[in-house]
């Protein structure tokens, strides 16, 4: 019976969560639309996708996180750890020969 009830608080949980995200997960979904689309074109190298994957993970990360709260002294550094991985990896994506 526990069980029961925690499986229903963690699935409310989850539709409370898709409710208030859905332009995020469509954001997410669209995304990886278009660099499949990109890639599959070859616009896009095949390292490249590799520079998006912080992105999606981070996204996903707060998605399925316990806290809705956003901690902005952490935003600071996490945006700029995760705008000079960006950067690195696209640029070596283009440029493997470096």
Same mark, same amino acid.
């Given at each position: 019976?526990?069980?029961n009830?925690? =499986?229903n ?7 409370? #969560?898709? $409710?208030?995200?859905?332009? +995020?997960?469509? @954001?997410?979904? @669209? ?5 499949a ?12 996708l590799?520079? +998006?994957?912080p992105?999606?993970g #981070?996204?996903?990360?707060?998605f +399925? =996180? =316990? $806290?809705? #709260?956003?901690?902005i #002294?952490?935003?600071?550094? @996490? ?5 000079? $991985? +960006? ?5 070596? =994506?283009f440029?493997?020969?470096?």
């Amino acid at each position: 019976m526990l069980c029961n009830v925690q =499986s229903n608080f963690y699935f409310s949980y989850i539709d409370e #969560r898709l $409710t208030q995200a859905k332009g +995020f997960i469509l @954001g997410e979904i @669209g995304m990886v639309i278009a660099l499949a689309l990109a890639w599959r074109k070859g616009w896009l190298p095949s390292l490249a996708l590799l520079a +998006f994957a912080p992105v999606l993970g #981070r996204g996903l990360a707060w998605f +399925f =996180s =316990s $806290t809705s #709260r956003l901690q902005i #002294r952490r935003l600071g550094i @996490g945006e700029l750890i995760h705008v000079v $991985t +960006f950067a690195a990896l696209l640029i070596v =994506s283009f440029h493997p020969q470096i």
